[in-house]
Protein backbone atom coordinates (compact mmCIF):
# COMPACT_ATOMS: atom_id res chain seq x y z
CA UNK A 1 0.00 0.00 0.00
CA UNK A 2 1.81 3.37 -0.84
CA UNK A 3 -1.13 5.68 1.21
CA UNK A 4 -2.92 7.11 -1.82
CA UNK A 5 -6.18 4.79 -2.01
CA UNK A 6 -8.99 5.04 -5.37
CA UNK A 7 -12.26 3.95 -5.56
CA UNK A 8 -14.21 2.27 -7.45
CA UNK A 9 -11.15 -0.45 -8.54
CA UNK A 10 -13.47 -0.78 -11.34
CA UNK A 11 -16.12 0.57 -13.33
CA UNK A 12 -18.34 0.10 -16.26
CA UNK A 13 -20.47 3.05 -17.24
CA UNK A 14 -22.55 4.10 -20.36
CA UNK A 15 -21.94 6.77 -22.52
CA UNK A 16 -24.72 8.72 -20.67
CA UNK A 17 -24.00 8.47 -17.45
CA UNK A 18 -22.95 10.53 -15.00
CA UNK A 19 -20.38 8.90 -12.52
CA UNK A 20 -17.08 9.90 -10.19
CA UNK A 21 -14.06 8.96 -9.33
CA UNK A 22 -12.37 9.10 -5.85
CA UNK A 23 -8.69 9.54 -4.71
CA UNK A 24 -7.60 10.03 -0.79
CA UNK A 25 -3.93 10.22 0.30
CA UNK A 26 -2.87 9.57 3.70
CA UNK A 27 0.73 10.50 3.30
CA UNK A 28 0.47 14.69 4.33
CA UNK A 29 0.98 15.82 0.59
CA UNK A 30 0.52 18.97 -0.99
CA UNK A 31 0.00 17.94 -4.39
CA UNK A 32 -2.80 15.85 -6.34
CA UNK A 33 -2.59 14.25 -9.57
CA UNK A 34 -4.74 12.78 -12.20
CA UNK A 35 -3.31 10.97 -15.04
CA UNK A 36 -4.92 8.66 -17.75
CA UNK A 37 -3.11 5.58 -19.04
CA UNK A 38 -4.66 3.98 -22.45
CA UNK A 39 -3.61 0.57 -23.12
CA UNK A 40 0.16 0.57 -24.99
CA UNK A 41 0.19 4.54 -24.33
CA UNK A 42 2.48 6.45 -21.85
CA UNK A 43 0.87 8.09 -18.98
CA UNK A 44 -1.25 11.65 -19.90
CA UNK A 45 -1.20 13.57 -17.29
CA UNK A 46 -4.81 15.34 -16.92
CA UNK A 47 -4.68 17.68 -13.59
CA UNK A 48 -2.79 18.81 -10.98
CA UNK A 49 -3.82 20.39 -7.96
CA UNK A 50 -1.00 21.92 -5.51
CA UNK A 51 -1.51 24.38 -2.73
CA UNK A 52 -4.76 24.67 -3.90
CA UNK A 53 -4.36 26.14 -6.87
CA UNK A 54 -5.01 23.60 -10.12
CA UNK A 55 -2.66 23.04 -13.30
CA UNK A 56 -4.72 21.05 -16.40
CA UNK A 57 -3.73 19.65 -19.47
CA UNK A 58 -5.65 21.79 -22.12
CA UNK A 59 -6.14 18.65 -24.11
CA UNK A 60 -7.78 16.80 -22.10
CA UNK A 61 -12.00 17.23 -22.64
CA UNK A 62 -14.67 18.95 -20.75
CA UNK A 63 -16.04 15.55 -20.30
CA UNK A 64 -14.01 15.21 -17.44
CA UNK A 65 -14.27 18.14 -14.71
CA UNK A 66 -11.77 17.45 -11.49
CA UNK A 67 -12.61 18.48 -7.82
CA UNK A 68 -10.45 18.89 -4.56
CA UNK A 69 -11.97 19.64 -1.80
CA UNK A 70 -8.84 19.60 0.35
CA UNK A 71 -5.30 18.35 0.15
CA UNK A 72 -6.21 15.00 0.82
CA UNK A 73 -9.26 14.27 -1.56
CA UNK A 74 -9.34 14.83 -5.07
CA UNK A 75 -12.56 13.22 -7.43
CA UNK A 76 -12.84 13.22 -11.08
CA UNK A 77 -16.47 13.92 -12.34
CA UNK A 78 -17.20 12.23 -15.69
CA UNK A 79 -20.28 12.73 -17.70
CA UNK A 80 -21.18 12.17 -21.49
CA UNK A 81 -17.75 9.59 -22.22
CA UNK A 82 -16.85 8.22 -25.46
CA UNK A 83 -15.53 4.56 -25.79
CA UNK A 84 -11.87 5.62 -25.89
CA UNK A 85 -12.17 6.97 -22.57
CA UNK A 86 -11.81 4.02 -21.17
CA UNK A 87 -8.22 3.30 -19.97
CA UNK A 88 -6.53 3.43 -16.24
CA UNK A 89 -7.11 5.98 -14.26
CA UNK A 90 -4.40 6.95 -11.93
CA UNK A 91 -4.29 9.42 -8.69
CA UNK A 92 -1.00 10.25 -7.53
CA UNK A 93 0.42 12.63 -4.55
CA UNK A 94 3.70 14.06 -3.99
CA UNK A 95 5.28 16.33 -1.90
CA UNK A 96 5.99 20.16 -3.04
CA UNK A 97 8.31 22.80 -1.89
CA UNK A 98 9.64 22.97 1.20
CA UNK A 99 12.25 20.30 1.29
CA UNK A 100 9.61 18.04 -0.32
CA UNK A 101 11.49 15.01 -2.25
CA UNK A 102 8.93 15.55 -5.40
CA UNK A 103 8.46 11.48 -5.53
CA UNK A 104 5.33 11.01 -6.71
CA UNK A 105 3.11 7.54 -5.24
CA UNK A 106 0.30 6.19 -7.22
CA UNK A 107 -3.24 4.91 -6.39
CA UNK A 108 -4.06 1.52 -7.30
CA UNK A 109 -6.27 2.78 -10.05
CA UNK A 110 -9.39 2.85 -11.09
CA UNK A 111 -9.80 0.65 -14.26
CA UNK A 112 -12.65 2.55 -16.18
CA UNK A 113 -14.96 0.76 -19.38
CA UNK A 114 -17.27 3.03 -21.22
CA UNK A 115 -19.51 1.03 -23.03
CA UNK B 1 8.72 20.30 -25.46
CA UNK B 2 10.93 18.63 -22.64
CA UNK B 3 11.19 15.22 -23.43
CA UNK B 4 12.07 12.05 -21.86
CA UNK B 5 13.46 8.91 -24.08
CA UNK B 6 13.41 5.58 -23.33
CA UNK B 7 13.85 2.29 -25.67
CA UNK B 8 10.19 0.34 -25.54
CA UNK B 9 12.36 -3.01 -25.91
CA UNK B 10 11.24 -5.72 -24.72
CA UNK B 11 14.42 -5.99 -23.35
CA UNK B 12 14.88 -9.80 -22.65
CA UNK B 13 17.67 -11.02 -20.24
CA UNK B 14 18.31 -14.31 -18.58
CA UNK B 15 17.61 -15.32 -14.95
CA UNK B 16 20.40 -13.95 -13.14
CA UNK B 17 21.56 -12.09 -15.57
CA UNK B 18 21.99 -7.74 -15.08
CA UNK B 19 19.07 -6.05 -16.47
CA UNK B 20 20.51 -2.34 -17.91
CA UNK B 21 17.56 0.34 -18.43
CA UNK B 22 18.52 3.41 -19.52
CA UNK B 23 16.95 7.19 -20.47
CA UNK B 24 17.59 10.26 -21.64
CA UNK B 25 16.24 13.52 -20.79
CA UNK B 26 16.35 16.57 -22.99
CA UNK B 27 16.00 19.61 -20.53
CA UNK B 28 20.02 20.19 -18.91
CA UNK B 29 18.89 21.84 -16.05
CA UNK B 30 16.75 18.93 -14.79
CA UNK B 31 17.61 17.74 -10.90
CA UNK B 32 15.17 15.14 -9.98
CA UNK B 33 15.11 11.71 -11.46
CA UNK B 34 12.83 8.65 -10.67
CA UNK B 35 11.99 4.90 -11.69
CA UNK B 36 9.04 3.36 -10.93
CA UNK B 37 7.77 -0.36 -11.91
CA UNK B 38 4.59 -1.27 -13.44
CA UNK B 39 3.10 -4.57 -13.68
CA UNK B 40 0.81 -5.27 -16.32
CA UNK B 41 -2.67 -3.73 -15.04
CA UNK B 42 -1.05 -2.13 -12.31
CA UNK B 43 -0.27 1.42 -11.40
CA UNK B 44 3.30 2.59 -11.06
CA UNK B 45 5.26 1.98 -8.07
CA UNK B 46 8.07 4.09 -7.02
CA UNK B 47 11.38 2.07 -6.89
CA UNK B 48 14.46 4.53 -6.92
CA UNK B 49 15.23 8.33 -6.61
CA UNK B 50 17.99 10.14 -7.81
CA UNK B 51 19.31 13.90 -7.87
CA UNK B 52 22.68 13.97 -7.68
CA UNK B 53 25.55 12.61 -10.29
CA UNK B 54 26.82 9.40 -9.55
CA UNK B 55 25.26 5.97 -8.28
CA UNK B 56 22.72 5.03 -6.27
CA UNK B 57 22.25 1.62 -4.68
CA UNK B 58 19.57 -0.25 -2.97
CA UNK B 59 19.01 -3.91 -2.97
CA UNK B 60 19.64 -5.51 -6.01
CA UNK B 61 18.50 -2.03 -7.92
CA UNK B 62 21.40 0.71 -8.96
CA UNK B 63 20.34 4.07 -10.11
CA UNK B 64 23.21 5.65 -12.03
CA UNK B 65 22.87 9.26 -12.86
CA UNK B 66 24.98 11.63 -15.15
CA UNK B 67 23.78 15.06 -15.55
CA UNK B 68 26.66 15.99 -18.27
CA UNK B 69 25.15 13.30 -21.01
CA UNK B 70 21.56 13.58 -19.55
CA UNK B 71 21.06 10.18 -19.05
CA UNK B 72 19.80 8.04 -16.36
CA UNK B 73 20.74 4.23 -15.98
CA UNK B 74 18.86 1.55 -13.81
CA UNK B 75 20.85 -1.43 -13.44
CA UNK B 76 18.84 -4.46 -11.83
CA UNK B 77 21.17 -7.61 -10.89
CA UNK B 78 20.41 -10.93 -10.34
CA UNK B 79 17.22 -10.69 -12.51
CA UNK B 80 14.33 -12.65 -11.79
CA UNK B 81 11.34 -13.42 -13.79
CA UNK B 82 9.33 -11.13 -10.80
CA UNK B 83 11.66 -7.91 -12.26
CA UNK B 84 9.34 -8.62 -15.58
CA UNK B 85 7.36 -5.24 -16.05
CA UNK B 86 7.38 -2.20 -17.71
CA UNK B 87 9.97 0.14 -16.06
CA UNK B 88 9.41 4.09 -16.31
CA UNK B 89 11.37 6.85 -16.36
CA UNK B 90 10.44 10.05 -14.88
CA UNK B 91 12.56 13.71 -14.58
CA UNK B 92 11.46 16.76 -12.77
CA UNK B 93 12.34 19.83 -15.22
CA UNK B 94 13.97 22.80 -14.69
CA UNK B 95 12.46 25.42 -14.07
CA UNK B 96 10.96 25.73 -10.83
CA UNK B 97 8.00 22.97 -11.75
CA UNK B 98 7.52 20.21 -9.47
CA UNK B 99 5.43 18.31 -12.10
CA UNK B 100 7.30 15.05 -13.54
CA UNK B 101 7.67 14.22 -17.22
CA UNK B 102 7.33 10.39 -17.84
CA UNK B 103 8.73 8.51 -20.47
CA UNK B 104 6.74 5.40 -22.28
CA UNK B 105 8.50 2.72 -20.47
CA UNK B 106 11.07 -0.12 -20.87
CA UNK B 107 9.21 -3.76 -21.01
CA UNK B 108 11.59 -6.03 -19.16
CA UNK B 109 11.56 -9.77 -19.70
CA UNK B 110 13.62 -11.76 -17.29
CA UNK B 111 12.68 -15.46 -18.67
CA UNK B 112 14.01 -18.77 -16.47
Known amino acids: ETGVTQTPRHLVMGMTNKKSLKCEQH?????MYWYKQSAKKPLELMFV???????ENNSVPSRFSPECPNSSHLFLHLHTLQPEDSALYLC??????????????FGPGTRLTVT | QKEVEQNSGPLSVPEGAIASLNCTYS??????FFWYRQYSGKSPELIMS????GDKEDGRFTAQLNKASQYVSLLIRDSQPSDSATYLC????????????FGRGTSLIVHP
Open chain 1, 92 to 105: ASSQEGGGGSYEQY
Open chain 1, 27 to 31: LGHNA
Open chain 1, 49 to 55: YSLEERV
Open chain 2, 27 to 32: DRGSQS
Open chain 2, 50 to 53: IYSN
Open chain 2, 90 to 101: AVIPSGGSYIPT
